[in-house]
């Protein structure tokens, strides 16, 4: 069982459409990330957060330490937020430990 | 085996050095990616290689950063005439697939720069 775990795996959804993509992990950490993976390989980090909720344009991430989960939500999805969505545990080790990913895929 | 190896783990440099930074992938990993972290602050993508060919470049934030990775194994990251902002930490990660999917990548300890 991967440290830190994505769901759904991929998820294919309408322009405008409310996007929820889920991360739950077994380690402890410091802080966790959201990237953003686009097609040609660079990632983009969204959001570090280590409690409570960020929120940048139409992203939103949440974390809830004590479940062990965070979400990261996005409102009025376009086609250009289609990308691969990873989620990244900073241990307290200072590891960061990757997600394996969300495909996203928006359809005009 | 052998996870990722970056050295030096840690390096202090006086601004206007020219700094090496070395990462050892895990051997017969395809893909290799260096990433940059400021204190505080999420990662940022740099740039990767799948083999010895440097496949995207975007995320070097000047031309002082230059990396390589001739053989297709061991890869070094050079910054020329380090400034105060570069200071962060380089983490190297390797993966046995090539890039482009949301495969898992093994990431080195990282190596601390801190420019003075």
């Known amino acids: 069982k991967n440290e830190v775990e994505q769901s759904p795996q991929n998820l294919t959804a309408q322009e405008g459409e409310f996007i929820t993509i889920n991360c739950s992990y077994s380690?402890?950490?410091?802080?966790l990330h959201w990237l953003q993976q686009h097609p040609g390989g660079g990632i983009v980090s969204l959001f570090m957060?280590?409690?409570g909720k960020k929120k940048h344009g139409r992203l939103i991430a949440t974390i809830n330490i004590q479940e062990k989960h965070s979400s990261l939500h996005i409102t009025a999805s376009h086609p250009r937020d289609s990308a691969v969505y990873i989620c990244?545990?900073?241990?307290?080790?200072?590891?960061?430990?990757f997600g394996k990913g969300t495909r996203l895929h928006i359809l005009p | 085996g052998a996870g990722v190896s970056q050295s030096p783990r840690y390096k202090v440099t006086k601004r206007g050095q020219d700094v090496a930074l070395r990462c050892d992938p895990i051997?017969?990993?395809?893909?290799l990616y260096w990433y940059r972290q400021a204190l505080g602050q999420g990662p940022e993508f740099l740039t990767y290689f799948n083999y010895e060919a440097q496949q995207d470049k975007s995320g070097l934030p000047n031309d002082r950063f230059s990396a390589e990775r001739p053989e297709g194994s061991i890869s070094t990251l050079t910054i020329q005439r380090t400034e105060q902002r570069d200071s962060a930490m380089y983490r190297c990660?390797?993966?046995?697939?090539?890039?482009?999917?949301?495969?898992?990548?093994?990431f080195g300890p990282g190596t601390r720069l801190t420019v003075t």
């Open positions: 957060l280590s409690s």
């Open positions: 051997s017969g990993h395809v893909s």
């Open positions: 990244a545990a900073l241990n307290r080790d200072d590891k960061i430990i």
């Open positions: 380690v402890g950490i410091s802080a």
């Open positions: 990660a390797s993966s046995l697939a090539p890039a482009g999917l949301a495969v898992e990548q093994y």
